[in-house]
């Protein structure tokens, strides 16, 4: 049986992506830290549920999920403005970019998993906390970590861009040396504000 690695995402738009593209280059040159590893703006996107691998088989059940999910929801803004880390200065794990969004996102989010409950994908623990992610930060040398947490309250971004959400998407995350691909699976329409 064929498995894929999937999740359910939001894309980020060309200049959201451009202008994160800018912030991660400045923020490498303040974080000069082989324990950073920093994420291609061109693949960030909101990650709404992710499965893991999943038997290929089960994707045309998860495309009607969730164009269930997403039937009746009106578009939405959201925006890309500050950021934090995962889970604290002095250990961080996740460095990312602050999302102000409409309480509409949690609500389509919740209804994402209770349609993939449905399918038999159990429900994510952790509360829902949208962000963007920008680096990962694994085993930084203990003489660095001082640095890192020293810094990390020092930095910050301004607003970086806004968009309205239109589509949400199941994509497909290849592993690769170079990088993840993603690929779009199926894409669920939001609706037109009237």
Not at 33 to 55: C, M, N, Q
């Amino acid at each position: 049986m064929d498995e894929v690695r999937l999740f359910i995402a939001i894309p980020c738009p060309p200049d959201l992506r451009q202008n994160l593209d800018q912030a991660i280059q400045t923020l490498r040159k303040q974080l000069p830290y082989p324990a950073f590893r920093w994420v291609k703006a061109d693949s960030i996107h909101l990650t709404l549920k992710f499965f893991g691998e999943t038997p290929a088989e089960k994707v045309p059940a998860m495309a009607e999920a969730l164009a269930r999910a997403t039937a009746g929801t009106p578009r939405f803004p959201m925006a890309a403005a500050g950021m934090g880390v995962f889970p604290n200065h002095r250990q961080p794990r996740v460095l990312w970019a602050a999302l102000q969004f409409p309480t509409r996102l949690l609500t389509l989010q919740e209804r994402i998993e209770e349609e993939m409950s449905q399918l038999g994908f159990p429900r994510e623990k952790r509360p829902f906390s949208p962000h963007l992610t920008l680096a990962r930060i694994s085993n930084p040398a203990p003489k660095e970590l001082p640095l890192i947490a020293r810094t990390l309250p020092t930095l910050s971004l301004g607003i970086l861009g806004s968009f309205q959400v239109q589509q949400i998407h199941l994509i497909r995350s290849e592993l690769r040396p170079e990088g993840a691909r993603y690929t779009t699976l199926s894409s669920a329409d939001l609706d037109p504000i009237n």
